[in-house]
Antibody, heavy 118, light 112 residues
Framework: EVHLVESGGNLVQPGGSLRLSCAAS????????MSWVRQTPGKGLQWVAK????????EYLDSVKGRFTISRDNAQNSLSLEMNSLRAEDTAIYYC???????????WGQGTLVTVSS | DVVMTQSPLSLAVTLGQPASISCRSS???????????LDWFQQRPGQSPRRLIY???NRDSGVPDRFSGSGSGTDFTLTISRVEAEDVGVYYC?????????FGQGTKVEIK
């Protein structure tokens, strides 16, 4: 069974940093694109970043480009999101997502809450 | 960015009756590959989103066949043929043709 377990969410001050992690199991991690998606009451769902299986391509939402870095460790079956210069508008539940656009494969973790506030 | 517009934003349906949700994109979702990457997600209260439909009309594993998707270009529809109590939640369309992938605002489905 596929499991995606996020961790690292916390309360952080504006301008601060945080590192989110996602532990994956139940599938061959190195075969799949992985993503981070966030959800807020105000802006709804936003696809934040995605990374190719070999880390050879990474894409970011414009509003996080230069501040967030997505990475993966295929040997450890883990996905990360390094978040710097955090802003109040980054406050959200962050989900780790395994997906395929062309096959019936789509899994989400339970999410981890990031709160940016002074 | 591609703007996804859903309607209605809320829907109250009698059990056993059909329901339809419309989704319109601000530009064509036909990818250079010829595929149209338009998905539908369901989010039940207190749960993470779950994909129901991918590439307009393909059901994900385990999704009941009362859920169907249709459409092309910029206009798409999710239909629930006979609504059941477990279908209560918020439904989102999402385009994954053009980066950044973008979601609709969501349609809240409740039982009348």
């Amino acid at each position: 069974e596929v499991h995606l377990v996020e961790s690292g969410g916390n309360l952080v001050q504006p301008g601060g940093s945080l590192r989110l992690s996602c532990a994956a199991s139940g599938f061959t991690f190195s075969d799949f694109w992985m993503s981070w998606v966030r959800q807020t009451p105000g802006k709804g769902l936003q696809w934040v970043a995605k990374i190719k299986p070999d880390s050879g391509l990474k894409e970011y939402l414009d509003s996080v480009k230069g501040r967030f870095t997505i990475s993966r460790d295929n040997a450890q079956n883990s996905l990360s999101l390094e978040m710097n210069s955090l802003r109040a508008e980054d406050t959200a539940i962050y989900y780790c997502v395994r997906e395929s656009r062309t096959d019936p494969i789509n899994n989400w973790g339970q999410g981890t809450l990031v709160t940016v506030s002074s | 960015d591609v703007v996804m517009t859903q309607s209605p934003l809320s829907l109250a349906v009698t059990l056993g009756q059909p329901a339809s949700i419309s989704c319109r994109s601000s530009q064509s979702l036909v990818h250079s590959s010829g595929n149209t990457f338009l998905d539908w997600f369901q989010q039940r209260p207190g749960q993470s989103p779950r994909r129901l439909i991918y590439k307009v009309s393909n059901r994900d594993s385990g999704v009941p066949d009362r859920f169907s998707g249709s459409g092309s270009g910029t206009d798409f529809t999710l239909t629930i043929s006979r609504v059941e109590a477990e279908d209560v939640g918020v439904y989102y369309c999402v385009q994954d043709t053009h980066w950044p992938w973008t979601f609709g605002q969501g349609t809240k489905v409740e039982i009348k």
